[in-house]
Nanobody
């Protein structure tokens, strides 16, 4: 069973940057489409960004376009979310999600807090 874990969250000031990482163990991420989701207190989980297996296709929520960049390094079995110009409304728990057909896996999440 694929196991994925997020890291890189933290407490930062508005305007600063963070890079989240999603690492896989047990199996390679090569065959999985990867998405980043987030869930703010009292709100539903929402999609932030996704990247196709080969990395050739990416997509972003309107709220993060131009500020966040998703990438993957299949050789290192890692996926990243570079978050620039962070805003207080980006505060949430960020989750990595891997999907291959009907198979899907979630990480435990990493907390991001942005203060003004």
């Amino acid at each position: 069973q694929l196991q994925i874990a997020e890291s890189g969250g933290g407490l930062v000031q508005s305007g600063w940057s963070l890079r989240l990482s999603c690492a896989a163990s047990s199996y390679t991420l090569d065959y999985y489409d990867i998405g980043w989701f987030r869930q703010a207190p009292g709100k539903e989980r929402e999609g932030v960004s996704c990247i196709s297996r080969g990395g050739g296709s990416t997509d972003y929520a309107d709220s993060v376009k131009g500020r966040f960049t998703i990438s993957r390094d299949n050789a290192k079995n890692m996926v990243y979310l570079q978050m620039n110009s962070l805003k207080p409304e980006d505060t949430a728990v960020y989750y990595c999600h891997a999907r291959r057909g009907y198979l899907e896996y979630w990480g435990q999440g990493t907390q991001v807090k942005v203060y003004s």
